[in-house]
Nanobody
Framework: VQLQASGGGLVQAGGSLRLSCAAS????????MGWYRQPPGKQRELVAV???????NYADSVKGRFTISRDYAKHTVYLQMNSLKPEDTAVYYC???????????????WGQGTLVTVSS
């Protein structure tokens, strides 16, 4: 499974960006897709995830500002980011948890990361 993320860039505080991530390649199923981020000098952290059942979960720091959504047919996940703050500056990584075959275990897959910079 390959994950291709796009949509990062430079934006002023208060602005918006939309990240996209498409999964391609052989896959039996994708259970969960989501976004993590790694701010400069810090560890990677969860931003938002969406399960195949439609459940979503957000980091407290982005609740009410970010919205995750999925296109299940296209194996694509989106992250709409509004009211961006300088502390949202980070490399954003797409994540998927899925199976290559029905008999293989769930596996974590990561995209290459896309940089989001929010200026004050």
């Amino acid at each position: 499974v390959q994950l291709q993320a796009s949509g990062g860039g430079l934006v002023q505080a208060g602005g918006s960006l939309r990240l996209s991530c498409a999964a391609s390649g052989r896959v039996f199923s994708i259970n969960r897709m989501g976004w993590y981020r790694q701010p400069p000098g810090k560890q990677r952290e969860l931003v938002a995830v969406a399960t195949s059942g439609g459940t979503t979960n957000y980091a407290d720091s982005v609740k009410g500002r970010f919205t995750i959504s999925r296109d299940y047919a296209k194996h694509t996940v989106y992250l709409q980011m509004n009211s961006l703050k300088p502390e949202d500056t980070a490399v954003y990584y797409c994540n998927a948890v899925g199976q290559l075959y029905s008999y293989t275990p769930l596996t974590n897959y990561w995209g290459q990361g896309t940089l989001v910079t929010v200026s004050s």
